[in-house]
T-cell receptor, first 114, second 114 residues
Framework: QQQVKQSPQSLIVQKGGISIINCAYE??????FPWYQQFPGKGPALLIA?????SEKKEGRFTISFNKSAKQFSLHIMDSQPGDSATYFC?????????????FGQGTTLQVKP | EAGVAQSPRYKIIEKRQSVAFWCNPI?????LYWYQQILGQGPKLLIQ????????DSQLPKDRFSAERLKGVDSTLKIQPAKLEDSAVYLC????????????FGSGTRLTVV
C-alpha cells in the first residue's frame, strides 16, 4: 500500500520529442504527488507537483496528468532537450505536503539524443 | 539562499567499521530528513526530524543506525557497524513547515562498504 510504481526504467527520446513517464500508487490517502529530477552526483530537485483535486498541471515544458480513479499520474516533457537528460522520480505523500514522508518510485533514466 | 550542505562527499570503509555523515540544512528549515538511495533505486526515508524531535524513524535499522539533530539545526547520521548492503548515497533534505516548496536535498554522501 505504500508503494509507488514507476515505468519505464529507462527512456531514450530524440531532441524535440515528448518524454512520458508513468507512475501508479495504491494508497488512496496520498494527497501530494511531486516529480523530482536528479542529475549525476546531485540530490533530487523538485520539478513539479500536483494535488488530486486537479487533473493536470503545466509548468513550461513539463506537465503532470493525474487520474484519481485509476490511481495513476504521469509526467510529460514536451520538446525534450539534451539538458533534460537525467533521472526522474515520481513520489507520493500524505498529510502536509512538505513535512510528510515522501515515497519515491524506482526512477526513470531519460536520455535525450541531439 | 545557501543549499543543504553535506559532508563528506565520498567515504570508503571496510565492513564492521563505523562511519558518520553530517548535514547542515537551510537556515530556518524546521524539518530535516535523511534518505538512503541505493544505486538504481529511489530514495527511501530513514528518519525525519521536526526541530530536534524525531517524527518518523520507522525504517531506520536501529541496531546499527543512529541519528541526532543538535539544537534543531545540524544533524549527524551514524552507522556502526557497517554492512556491505549499506553501500548507498545518503541524502539529507530539509523543508519549511507550512509552505509548498517541497524538500531541498543536499548532494549526498556516497558510501562504499568493502
Amino acid at each position: 500500500q505504500q508503494q509507488v510504481k514507476q515505468s519505464p526504467q529507462s527512456l531514450i527520446v530524440q531532441k524535440g520529442g515528448i518524454s512520458i513517464i508513468n507512475c501508479a500508487y495504491e494508497n488512496t490517502a496520498f494527497d501530494y504527488f511531486p516529480w523530482y529530477q536528479q542529475f549525476p552526483g546531485k540530490g533530487p530537485a523538485l520539478l513539479i507537483a500536483i494535488r488530486p483535486d486537479v487533473s493536470e498541471k503545466k509548468e513550461g515544458r513539463f506537465t503532470i496528468s493525474f487520474n484519481k480513479s485509476a490511481k495513476q499520474f504521469s509526467l510529460h516533457i514536451m520538446d525534450s532537450q539534451p539538458g533534460d537528460s537525467a533521472t526522474y522520480f515520481c513520489a507520493a505523500s500524505k498529510g502536509s505536503s512538505n513535512t510528510g514522508k515522501l515515497i519515491f518510485g524506482q526512477g526513470t533514466t531519460l536520455q535525450v539524443k541531439p | 539562499e545557501a543549499g543543504v550542505a553535506q559532508s563528506p562527499r565520498y567515504k570508503i570503509i571496510e565492513k564492521r567499521q563505523s562511519v558518520a555523515f553530517w548535514c547542515n540544512p537551510i537556515s530556518g528549515h524546521a524539518t530535516l530528513y535523511w534518505y538512503q538511495q541505493i544505486l538504481g533505486q529511489g530514495p527511501k526515508l530513514l528518519i525525519q526530524f521536526q526541530n530536534n524531535g524525531v517524527v518518523d524513524d520507522s525504517q531506520l535499522p536501529k541496531d546499527r543506525f543512529s541519528a541526532e539533530r543538535l539544537k534543531g539545526v545540524d544533524s549527524t547520521l551514524k552507522i556502526q557497524p557497517a554492512k556491505l548492503e549499506d553501500s548507498a548515497v545518503y541524502l539529507c533534505a530539509s523543508s519549511w513547515v507550512g509552505r509548498e516548496h517541497g524538500y531541498t536535498f543536499g548532494s549526498g554522501t556516497r558510501l562504499t562498504v568493502v
